[in-house]
């Protein structure tokens, strides 16, 4: 049961991404493109806690933390940079 | 028992990736950015959530041992996910003069100040923060 539950969702997560892929090349504007990558992220942090689910170890998971920490570093990097026209004053 | 929990976990686990992709469907179809924030800070957030929680409940009752990793992605996740949508959110306001065009079609005017005095927080803080 669990098996055909991780292939229903690892396929919803994948099509995720591609909308997300969709509106990081479409835009409009940057700030947009910011929000697909952060939602990318999020996505590719599902992807990662899932696989390991179906491989049965625990190893992914300092991936899914490292990947949650640089995501919200570089979401936040990027919008400071458009706001203020730098990131360290 | 093990029976009701496999069921409880392949729930969580189709739940999530169900938030997930309703989140990224919201991003990609909204008209303007604004609302398109509401689908991937709320949902997709939520659908990771889920996720996080059926692998802390699968691996214990799969013989191996319980790790904390899951329960601080999670925190990190329902911590950073507000910051960083309030920090798009202003990026947005402060660039509408920039972007013109591209988003005068779908964007609506930003509502008026709680006071006729004052100004949106936001704005004030710039000023603020300008040397005399």
Redesign the interface.
Known sequence: MIDVALTIALTCIALAVVLNLYRLLRGPTAPDRILALDTMVINAIALIILFGIREGTTVYFEAALLLAMVGFVGTVAYAKFLLRGDIVE | MAAIL??V???L??L???F??I???G??RLPA?MS??H??TKA??L??GG??I??ML??PS?G?SW?A??L??TL??FI??P??AN??A???I??RHV?GD??AKYEVPLPRPPHPDAEWATFGSTEAAKPE
Do not use: N
Request: glycine letters at 10%; charged letters at 5%.
């Open positions: 496999d069921f976990i392949a729930f686990i189709v999530g990736g169900a997930a992709l989140g990224s469907w991003l990609a950015l398109r924030l689908g991937p997709t957030t659908g990771v996720c996080l059926a692998s699968y691996f799969h191996m790790s990793h899951e601080l992605i990190f996740l950073t996910a910051i960083s920090m798009i202003k990026a947005c402060h660039g972007y591209a988003v």
